[in-house]
């Protein structure tokens, strides 16, 4: 799989109060090559000489709590790539759900328009000819005007929007705060991120055995999920977690609430999902499991 490369320029965003008249300007020209980045993925990021560089992840800039306003861009894929790719996220609430905007060159030269949406609600909102063959290595300006569920985008110096979009379905982030730990490539730190939750909650749609289950309940920590694929041979309901009816939402919330309903209930919870693992996934009965079904002596 090939890696994606994307060179930003500087950002500009300019944010509106609800009522239009208070306005502020953000602003990054990527002077500061000691900057701490906000990245999301196990690719790279840095900034040198002036200009922003990913490679196959990417980085959060702003506050997630901006709802209204204009952001603008310029960006270049790299001289040498076989064609030109620059997507950038946008009114993000989370890695999950956000908007996403993109040029694609190559055979068809379009204009993208997207929301990616958590459970299902993901949905491209426009496509459109560019109107010019992208070129790598040269720069491109986008510009996006968000005010509530409408969308603007113009590419380079264009007066009139090249793209005017009205979401039907947005989606309203949570009112809760939410900390991304980044990617843990190490047990120890996956150990202390599992052991700092009160519940882990799954919300694959299809999945066998899902590891992070085993690795969240050997930690103490109750879990809920789908009654799906092999998340049934992991939580019991209501002894180690709870399964929620396949792709109902309401009854995954139901399941996240009866967690911390009764707290000596949550505590033995949390002593089952321990117990459940040491009988059931420790290393020794795995292995016994293993050699019982190769007739191995």
């Known amino acids: 799989?090939?890696?994606?490369?994307?060179?930003?320029?500087?950002?500009?965003?300019?944010?509106?109060?609800?009522?239009?008249?208070?306005?502020?300007?953000?602003?990054?020209?990527?002077?500061?090559?000691k900057e701490t980045?906000?990245?999301?993925?196990?690719?790279?990021?840095?900034v040198t000489n002036g200009v922003f560089r990913s490679k196959g992840s990417y980085a959060c800039f702003g506050n997630p709590e901006w709802k209204n306003y204009a952001v603008s861009f310029k960006a270049r894929a790299p001289k040498d790539a076989e064609q030109v790719q620059i997507w950038a996220g946008f009114r993000a609430n989370n890695r999950f759900d956000r908007y996403v905007v993109g040029i694609k060159g190559g055979l068809q030269d379009d204009?993208?328009?997207?929301?990616?949406?958590?459970?299902?609600?993901?949905?491209?909102?426009?496509?459109r000819p560019l109107g010019f063959h992208p070129v790598p290595g040269q720069w491109y300006k986008l510009k996006v005007e968000v005010c509530g569920s409408r969308?603007?985008?113009f590419v380079n110096d264009e007066k009139k929007p090249h793209m005017d979009i009205v979401d039907e379905k947005p989606f309203e982030g949570l009112d809760i705060d939410v900390h991304f730990t980044s990617y843990l490539s190490d047990d120890y730190s996956m150990i202390l991120v599992y052991?700092?939750?009160?519940?882990?909650v799954s919300s694959s749609l299809a999945d066998n055995y899902p590891?992070?289950?085993?690795?969240?309940?050997?930690?103490?920590?109750?879990?809920?999920?789908?009654?799906?694929?092999?998340?049934?041979?992991?939580?019991?309901?209501?002894?180690?977690?709870y399964l929620a009816k396949y792709k109902k939402s309401s009854d995954l919330t139901k399941g996240i609430e009866w967690i911390f309903e009764d707290a000596s209930r949550y505590h033995q919870l949390t002593l089952n999902a321990r117990n459940f693992i040491v009988n059931h996934c420790s290393y020794g009965k795995v292995l016994t499991l293993h050699r019982e079904l190769g007739n191995i002596q």
């Not at 309940?217 to 939580?235: E, K, N, R, T, Y």
């Open 1 to 33: 799989m090939k890696k994606l490369y994307l060179f930003l320029g500087a950002a500009t965003c300019l944010l509106a109060s609800a009522s239009g008249y208070e306005r502020s300007e953000w602003k990054n020209n990527f002077s500061n090559q």
């Open 37 to 46: 980045l906000n990245i999301v993925g196990r690719g790279e990021c840095s």
């Open 111 to 127: 204009l993208y328009l997207m929301r990616m949406g958590y459970m299902g609600t993901d949905e491209f909102l426009g496509i």
């Open 151 to 153: 969308i603007r985008v």
């Open 195 to 200: 052991n700092a939750s009160d519940v882990f």
């Open 211 to 241: 590891n992070v289950i085993v690795e969240a309940m050997s930690c103490g920590v109750p879990c809920v999920g789908f009654d799906i694929g092999g998340i049934p041979d992991l939580i019991k309901h209501e002894i180690t977690g």
